[in-house]
């Protein structure tokens, strides 16, 4: 596990290497333990890569004052003891490199002083030039010992993290620190989505102008081509938020999904690119071009620097077609909505190919922190730059923060490629580095070594965010206390006999009140069942008995027509319609029932907030329930064979087929009744008391109506039908007394005559069949009585009787219980669709007990964050 130090003899003094003749290492190794115990010895390899990067911040050359970078401020009490070794060697590389800086400095200085000094001697400028070329030198020899000590630290916490079936340790390994801090922060963008001042937790929010590179700059510091890409077009449509880790193995992964991608495949990283690309746009509504729902995103990867970056959508100048009119202003909001919060770090990204003049975002960044004491500025494309600008000291004038108004915590130069989106980012890195070590920006020192490349930036940017964290963590917890403690107290002063149920806890609670009254509806007796379905059935088809069957058969003149018609008609009913009108019967009668036990109230226990839910799951119930298509053949079999039997077994049954007779008929004839006093208005007593009278048409049809009661009692056995001589008569008697009528208007008032004469002359022969019992068992043999009647109401009351039993069966045995599956299912999608529950659990009650759960989430996690931040230090 120890990296190879062959390559480090130049910088060791010689006492050490004569170590390996006075000790034999292949005993001391075979003293050692096992791998097992060797384990349990092992140092904390955590602090030991904190010590490489305080290292690396130690060694970063710059300006005196540029403590947010670099470390060189810290420990120089303590020089005495790193004289020797390594960490000797590498201060002493420091001490001289500064010394070639400030002595090339006041070389340059000096050459640069006036017109006078333009005329030194030859000698000076190639001393000069000596010095710079030593100096970029020494630079080179530091950056690239420096590259190998991180080459070999990487692979050394690789094998640390690294979990095999073997292990290297058994000690479980904690959620890491970063992966806290990102928890808080993707639960307060669910809690606070407008980050209004409560959301004040550091970020570093990443801005600059459409395809300045924002993206690139992300894929470097996260080490892999992550994010899709376009030519000139509008590719980051969201907020992209991605928390950025150490870990074994490089990978990424969303916050709602457990799929893993592995950066190190293609494959996948072209399954990644997909995956947010198509997040995005799902994020974007109709009618927008750009979306504020943030897509999470962590990435993890040996060496990555700890930190939270969220990319927002490049600032346009311009609205183009095809892009919502609204555009422009939409990303200003949201570039201002993340900027705005005081300890965010805002990492300006502007393209350093094009004019500084054309750029949009740095007057942004300068309104949101003024003071630049929060902002990191960062040129990309120095390569093209170099090759485009005519002065390079115009680029010396922004890296310094002279040429733009806005002010910065530091600046940065970096090159993300030659522009070819298939370049890997190890292409990269090295185009990079090759650029810089040949570039005359930093030759000429117009550019300081540690103000260059993305692994600076990178270093900066991380140590930056964890300052920022360390000095404002602990204030927001105590702001989210006071947070909770507001909305307690609110709780106990509105609602302080309830329980603090969040929506997810309501909905369960009423998951379990549904299911329970679904299971109501098997305890519903069957007599119950029944009665309701035989009456509704009834109610459903008695119109079509006494229309279509009963009264056209009424007409003939003798009993063996009027059962020959009844049987032809009941077999075509029985064929085409009765068992579809009974399955809808049943299938209403189930709705009623099941909506009935829905919402019925329970008394004081009644709690109307899941009024809606239970509404919505009864709906969607009944919507996606339907009836075992089978039924109906097999209740058609069932009622036609009980229509056929006309064997009325006693008097019992003969009463009760009486009786059931006489409440249609009589029903019928009162809706009659009812008809013909709206068609010849109110009679002479209601004309007297309620002082009402007749319309002219009301007039017409009462005269119609009197001569129509002549021709009845005059025969009184005439036809259901008039005909036409008969009309012709009519309406010459009217004329005679001077009202003046049409055929038509004849025809429907005596359709309405004739059947309330008919009714009447039916329910006087009801009456004389009470006694007919005897002579139906006698078939009517040498009687002048025939109750053929009377029987068909039986064979239609015993066939309501048999299908309510055979519908109930069905209910109970069967639907009941499809309807109860169906339930379960729709409260399944309901609780995997937290849309729907926000929409169906509504109301101050619920919004205050989310905001609880919420805050006290969000107060815990930060406190048990920032416990593990001093356990770090």
């Not at 955590?46 to 300006?63: H, N, Q, R, T, V």
């Not at 705005?340 to 309104?367: F, H, K, M, Y």
């Not at 001589?725 to 005679?736: F, G, M, S």
Request: hydrophobic residues 35%; negative net charge; charged residues 30%.
């Amino acid at each position: 596990m120890m990296p190879d130090l062959d390559e480090y003899k130049w910088i060791i003094p010689d006492f050490v290497w004569e170590l390996d003749e006075l000790i034999d290492f292949e005993k001391l190794i075979k003293a050692l333990p096992d791998a097992d115990d060797l384990a349990k010895l092992l140092p904390d390899f955590d602090k030991i890569g904190e010590s490489f990067a305080s290292l690396k911040g130690f060694l970063s050359p710059g300006a005196p004052g540029e403590t947010a970078f670099r470390a060189t401020d810290q420990g120089y009490d303590n020089d005495k003891q790193f004289k020797k070794g390594l960490l000797g060697e590498l201060i002493l590389l420091q001490q001289q490199i500064q010394q070639h800086e400030e002595e090339a400095r006041r070389a340059t200085g000096q050459y640069n002083m006036g017109s006078s000094q333009q005329k030194r001697k030859v000698s000076d400028k190639e001393k000069i030039d000596q010095l710079q070329e030593e100096l970029l030198r020494t630079q080179l020899k530091y950056q690239r010992m420096l590259e190998r000590l991180e080459k070999e630290n990487k692979e050394l916490r690789k094998l640390v993290l690294q979990r095999d079936d073997k292990g290297i340790h058994q000690r479980k390994l904690k959620k890491s620190l970063i992966d806290m801090y990102s928890e808080v922060l993707d639960i307060l963008s669910d809690y606070d989505a407008s980050y209004n001042t409560q959301d004040h937790l550091p970020r570093v929010v990443v801005v600059g102008d459409q395809s300045a590179g924002k993206t690139s700059v992300l894929e470097m510091i996260a080490q892999a081509r992550i994010f899709p890409r376009g030519s000139g077009e509008m590719m980051t449509r969201s907020p992209v938020k991605v928390t950025l880790s150490e870990g074994p193995h490089h990978v990424a992964l969303f916050k709602d999904s457990s799929r893993e991608f592995d950066l190190t495949k293609e494959e996948d990283l072209a399954a990644l690119r997909n995956e947010i690309e198509i997040r995005m746009r799902n994020s974007v509504k109709e009618g927008c071009t750009v979306s504020t729902e943030t897509i999470s995103l962590s990435v993890k990867g040996p060496g990555l620097q700890r930190m939270v970056l969220v990319d927002l959508p490049g600032v346009i100048s311009t609205v183009t077609s095809g892009m919502a009119p609204d555009t422009k202003e939409t990303i200003f909001s949201i570039s201002k909505a993340y900027m705005q919060n005081p300890n965010a770090i805002i990492l300006c990204i502007q393209d350093g190919s094009v004019d500084a003049e054309r750029s949009i975002v740095t007057d942004l960044v300068s309104q949101m922190d003024p003071q630049g004491k929060r902002t990191i500025f960062v040129l990309t494309k120095v390569d093209l730059a170099e090759k485009n600008v005519a002065s390079p000291n115009r680029i010396q004038q922004i890296i310094e923060g002279k040429l733009f108004p806005m002010k910065a915590l530091g600046y940065f130069a970096v090159v993300t490629g030659k522009g070819n989106s298939s370049e890997s980012i190890e292409s990269i890195k090295e185009y990079e580095e090759e650029f810089f070590q040949n570039s005359k920006l930093l030759k000429t020192s117009m550019l300081k070594a540690h103000q260059v490349t993305t692994k600076n930036l990178s270093l900066a940017v991380s140590d930056c965010f964890w300052k920022m964290v360390r000095e404002s963590v602990e204030q927001q917890a105590d702001a989210f206390k006071a947070t909770r403690f507001n909305l307690e107290t609110e709780w106990k002063n509105n609602y302080p006999r309830l329980r603090e149920l969040d929506r997810n806890e309501l909905f369960e609670k009423a998951k379990n009140e549904i299911l329970d009254e679904v299971i109501s509806l098997t305890q519903v007796t069957p007599k119950h069942w029944e009665e309701i379905l035989e009456k509704t059935l009834w109610e459903r088809v008695s119109t079509h008995v006494i229309e279509n069957i009963y009264l056209p058969a009424a007409q003939t003149t003798n009993s063996g027509t009027f059962n020959t018609t009844v049987d032809i008609k009941l077999k075509q009913w029985t064929d085409k319609q009765l068992p579809n009108k009974a399955v809808e019967v049943a299938w209403e009668t189930l709705q009623e029932e099941f909506s009935r036990f829905m919402t019925e109230k329970k008394g004081k226990e009644h709690d109307d907030i899941f009024d809606k839910l239970k509404q919505a799951v009864k709906e969607e119930t009944i919507k996606r329930h339907r009836w075992n298509e089978r039924a109906e053949d097999s209740l058609r079999v069932i009622q036609h064979n009980a229509l056929e039997d006309r064997s009325i077994s006693d008097k019992q049954q003969w009463d009760a087929a009486i009786h059931f007779m006489e409440e249609t008929l009589q029903s019928r004839l009162k809706d009659t009744e009812s008809v013909i006093e709206d068609m010849v208005g109110p009679d002479w007593k209601k004309r007297w008391l309620h002082w009402v009278g007749r319309t002219k048409e009301q007039n017409i049809r009462n005269e119609t109506k009197n001569e129509l009661e002549k021709l009845i009692k005059c025969n009184e056995d005439h036809a259901a039908y008039l005909a036409n001589d008969e009309v012709t008569t009519v309406r010459k008697n009217l004329e005679a007394r001077g009202v003046t009528v049409d055929p038509c208007l004849i025809k429907d008032t005596w359709h309405q005559i004739y059947r309330r004469f008919f009714l009447k002359s039916a329910l006087n022969h009801c009456n004389l069949c009470r006694r007919g019992f005897y002579y139906y068992q006698r078939h009517f043999v040498d009687s002048e009585l025939e109750c053929n009647d009377v029987v068909l109401f039986w064979r239609i009351q015993r066939m309501l009787a048999i299908t309510a039993n055979t519908l109930r069966q069905q209910l109970t045995n069967t639907e009941v219980r499809r309807l109860e599956k169906n339930v379960k299912e729709v409260l399944e999608d309901f609780a995997e669709d937290n849309e729907k529950k926000v929409m169906l659990l509504t109301g101050k009650r619920v919004q205050l007990a989310e905001d609880l759960k919420k805050v006290r989430e969000i107060q815990e996690k930060l406190e048990a964050f920032i416990e593990a931040l001093h356990q770090e230090k």
